[in-house]
């Protein structure tokens, strides 16, 4: 099985080409309320269980690939190749609590919709964000998250485990990819997430911002049928 993770106030609509395209895919929809990515990648362990999947391929997308990183960390025997997508791996800077605080401050005094409509411009590639083919169900899959659901997610990001011990101990066939023109989830980060992996292969997808998956389908489609090629660990 392949299993997707999808990042902050997102759900299965961010991989809905990646599903089409594997037919043994299963996206994982939500993490409800859940406040920790340790909640969060033990919710991604029970669903691979009810799929039957024993053992699994694992794409994490933004705070899905930090999510996929502790699944690795909670269960290293069941991820036979692991995808980092347009994610990070630092630890909490030191303004960053306040600034995710300020735009939930955005939504509980404006509302959610306010929020979403600054958040999510930014993580677009400017051209996309004109195709509104594109950017409407995206920013109606946000909207749909609510301000309960946000706040339970930054919360899981501010709290999030360090990773420096982790990234040299995973040795499944990892995919690290991000788009050219991602603002939040740059190119440099994840070169510096590749060379930490022994077992690694960095693509970057020109055109595209931090919505990766939804901007640049094929593009992600061809790295995921490459990287599924890769030999997984016994």
């Excluded at 600054?118 to 609510?146: I, K, T």
């Excluded at 980060?189 to 022994?198: D, L, M, V, W, Y």
Aim: with cysteine; hydrophobic share 45%.
């Amino acid at each position: 099985m392949l299993l997707f993770l999808p990042g902050l106030i997102c759900n299965a609509h961010t991989f809905a080409a990646q599903t089409a395209a594997f037919p043994e895919a299963h996206a994982v929809n939500s993490y409800g309320l859940a406040d920790t990515i340790e909640d969060m990648a033990r919710i991604a362990l029970r669903e691979a269980d009810e799929q039957g999947a024993e053992r699994f391929d694992l794409f994490g997308h933004s705070m899905g690939g930090r999510t996929a990183l502790e699944v690795v960390r909670l269960a290293p025997e069941r991820v036979r190749r692991l995808a980092l997508v347009s994610t990070g791996i630092h630890p909490l800077g030191e303004n960053e609590p306040a600034k995710r605080a300020a735009l939930q401050r955005v939504g509980h005094e404006n509302g959610f919709e306010a929020l979403v409509d600054q958040w999510l411009p930014p993580m677009v590639a400017p051209a996309n964000r004109e195709r509104a083919d594109l950017y409407a169900p995206m920013r109606a899959m946000c909207l749909s998250a609510g301000q309960e659901r946000f706040d339970a997610q930054i919360a899981a990001l501010v709290g999030r485990p360090a990773l420096d011990d982790l990234l040299p101990r995973i040795a499944c066939p990892t995919l690290v990819m991000t788009g050219a023109l991602d603002q939040w989830a740059p190119p440099e980060q994840h070169e510096t997430i590749a060379g930490r992996i022994a077992n690694s292969k960095l693509v970057i997808v020109p055109g595209a911002g931090h919505m990766l998956p939804l901007e640049a389908p094929e593009e992600v489609n061809d790295a995921i049928a490459s990287w599924l090629q890769m030999p997984a660990r016994d």
